[in-house]
């Protein structure tokens, strides 16, 4: 995992410390981290498009529902990295279920995780914020609930057209 700049045992944040890296992505890597009191978290370091990451986060951050990755809080170190604190969900990704099922996952299963997804995204769309990056890498499986995460791409809904970006980022086989 030499793909990762920070090290287990490492504590880039203070109060956090560093257990091993979970995934590397468009905006940062994200970490299975301890907090200084034994509380699991996700650690994301922000590393591109940091302007967009914290307006995504921003609009789901005090959101609560079983079927979203929960929002902890956003911190900056004294280097000045920002860093995304959120629960940590040991189940795997629909990606990894998905890679683990080559003949699909049956009609009784992708029902399950339809009908799951789509409570979260409700619930998100009854705030007033659109996903923008669902996909199967950020939907997550864990003790019964299908759990929808990573909100960088996230968007407040409003009645404006314009809505002053010049970039588009995403995953352009999962943009709408």
Same mark, same amino acid.
């Given at each position: 995992?030499? +793909?990762?700049q920070y090290k287990r =045992?490492?504590?880039?944040?203070?109060?956090?410390?560093?257990?091993?890296? /979970? =995934?590397?992505?468009?905006?940062?890597?994200?970490?299975? $981290?301890?907090? !200084? !009191?034994? +509380?699991?978290? $996700?650690?994301?370091?922000?590393?591109?498009?940091?302007?967009?990451?914290?307006?995504?986060?921003?609009?789901?951050?005090?959101?609560?529902?079983?079927?979203?990755?929960?929002?902890?809080?956003?911190r900056q170190n004294d280097?000045?990295?920002?860093?995304?604190?959120?629960?940590?969900?040991? &189940?795997?990704?629909?990606?990894?279920?998905?890679?683990?099922?080559?003949?699909?996952?049956?009609?009784?299963?992708?029902?399950?995780?339809? +009908?799951?997804?789509?409570?979260?995204?409700?619930?998100?769309?009854?705030?007033?914020?659109?996903? +923008?990056? /669902?996909?199967?890498?950020?939907?997550?499986?864990?003790? =019964?609930?299908?759990?929808?995460?990573d909100y960088s791409l996230?968007?407040?809904?409003? !009645?404006? %057209?314009?809505? &002053? %970006?010049?970039?588009?980022?995403?995953?352009? %086989?999962?943009?709408?």
């Amino acid at each position: 995992m030499g +793909r990762f700049q920070y090290k287990r =045992g490492e504590t880039p944040l203070d109060g956090f410390t560093i257990e091993h890296g /979970l =995934g590397v992505g468009g905006f940062g890597e994200v970490y299975y $981290a301890t907090s !200084a !009191a034994g +509380r699991e978290v $996700a650690l994301k370091v922000l590393q591109n498009y940091e302007e967009i990451e914290l307006r995504g986060i921003s609009h789901c951050m005090n959101l609560k529902s079983p079927h979203l990755v929960t929002i902890f809080d956003v911190r900056q170190n004294d280097e000045g990295d920002s860093f995304v604190i959120m629960e940590y969900v040991q &189940g795997p990704s629909l990606r990894v279920l998905l890679d683990s099922a080559p003949d699909g996952l049956g009609p009784t299963k992708a029902a399950f995780f339809l +009908r799951e997804m789509a409570k979260g995204l409700s619930y998100l769309h009854d705030a007033g914020v659109v996903h +923008r990056d /669902l996909k199967p890498h950020n939907v997550f499986y864990e003790e =019964g609930f299908v759990k929808i995460g990573d909100y960088s791409l996230c968007k407040s809904m409003s !009645a404006s %057209h314009r809505t &002053g %970006h010049t970039m588009t980022v995403g995953t352009v %086989h999962y943009m709408a």
